[in-house]
Nanobody, 123 residues
Framework: QVQLVESGGGSVQAGGSLRLSCAASGDTYSNYCMGWFRQAPGKEREGVATISPGAGDTFYSDSVKGRFTISQDNAKNTLYLQMNNLKPEDTAMFYC????????????????WGQGTQVTVSS
C-alpha cells in the first residue's frame, strides 16, 4: 500500500508555471505506475499524464502535451508535474495517483490517490 501527498499548487496568471510534487511512502516506489489527474468544478476527472516505473515511459493528454512534463525521482520517492504556459482552462484540483505494476504492465485503473492540490489560473 502506498500513501501519496501532493504539494505545489497555487494561483498563477495565464502563461505562468507551477511545479507539483507528490511524495510517496509506505511501499517500494519503483513497483508503482504513477500519474497526475485533474478535476475541474462540474467536470469529470481526467487523466493528465502518467509515467511507468523503470524506463519511465510517459503519456500525456492532448490538452497538456507540449506544456506539461511528468517526471519522477526514485531516490526521493517523488513524482513531479512541471506545468508551463498555463491556461485558465487548466484550473482544477490536481491529484497524484498510483497503481502497482502488474505483470510488467501499468493497469488502466489507479487505486491509490492523494488528497489533491488546487491549481488556479487567471486570465
Amino acid at each position: 500500500q502506498v500513501q501519496l501527498v501532493e504539494s505545489g499548487g497555487g494561483s498563477v496568471q495565464a502563461g505562468g508555471s507551477l511545479r507539483l510534487s507528490c511524495a510517496a511512502s509506505g511501499d517500494t516506489y519503483s513497483n508503482y505506475c504513477m500519474g497526475w489527474f485533474r478535476q475541474a468544478p462540474g467536470k469529470e476527472r481526467e487523466g493528465v499524464a502518467t509515467i511507468s516505473p523503470g524506463a519511465g515511459d510517459t503519456f500525456y493528454s492532448d490538452s497538456v502535451k507540449g506544456r506539461f512534463t511528468i517526471s519522477q525521482d526514485n531516490a526521493k520517492n517523488t513524482l513531479y508535474l512541471q506545468m508551463n504556459n498555463l491556461k485558465p482552462e487548466d484550473t482544477a484540483m490536481f491529484y497524484c495517483a498510483a497503481v502497482r505494476l502488474r505483470y510488467g504492465v501499468c493497469p488502466r485503473s489507479f487505486n491509490y490517490w492523494g488528497q489533491g492540490t488546487q491549481v488556479t489560473v487567471s486570465s
